[in-house]
């Protein structure tokens, strides 16, 4: 079982940065793909960026290619997504996931989850 604990996010002007990390528990971390997800209010939850367990496989959405980057340090068993050139549009509660095998960007084929971290932009 994998536990994840999301952090980084907070209040940041349009236009700026920052970088969220999803720091996970276990031995095994390199055999999960790992996905980051948002949530709006009133919004169901959507796909961000996906990651596979060597790096070697990496998928965004399309609208938020270019802003947004996901990264992983399986040493430190963590997996990072900076986000640049934020928009209000990009307030959400973001959200890592953990599966085993290889990445997938349907939130209900994630096994783990961690709580959260939200995310605001300021116009």
């Known amino acids: 079982q994998v536990q994840l604990v999301e952090s980084g996010g907070g209040l940041v002007q349009a236009g700026g940065s920052l970088r969220l990390s999803c720091a996970a528990s276990?031995?095994?971390?390199?055999?999960?793909?790992m996905g980051w997800f948002r949530q709006a209010p009133g919004k169901e939850r959507e796909f961000v960026a996906a990651?596979?367990?060597?790096?070697?496989?990496?998928y965004y959405t399309d609208s938020l290619k270019g802003r947004f980057t996901i990264s992983r340090d399986n040493a430190k068993n963590t997996v990072y997504l900076q986000m640049n050139s934020l928009k209000p549009e990009d307030t959400a509660v973001y959200y890592c996931?953990?599966?085993?095998?290889?990445?997938?960007?349907?939130?209900?084929?994630?096994?783990?989850w961690g709580q959260g971290t939200q995310v605001t932009v300021s116009s």
């Open positions: 996931a953990a599966r085993i095998g290889t990445l997938r960007v349907r939130a209900g084929e994630y096994y783990y």
């Open positions: 276990g031995r095994t971390f390199g055999s999960y793909a």
């Open positions: 990651i596979s367990g060597s790096s070697d496989s990496i």
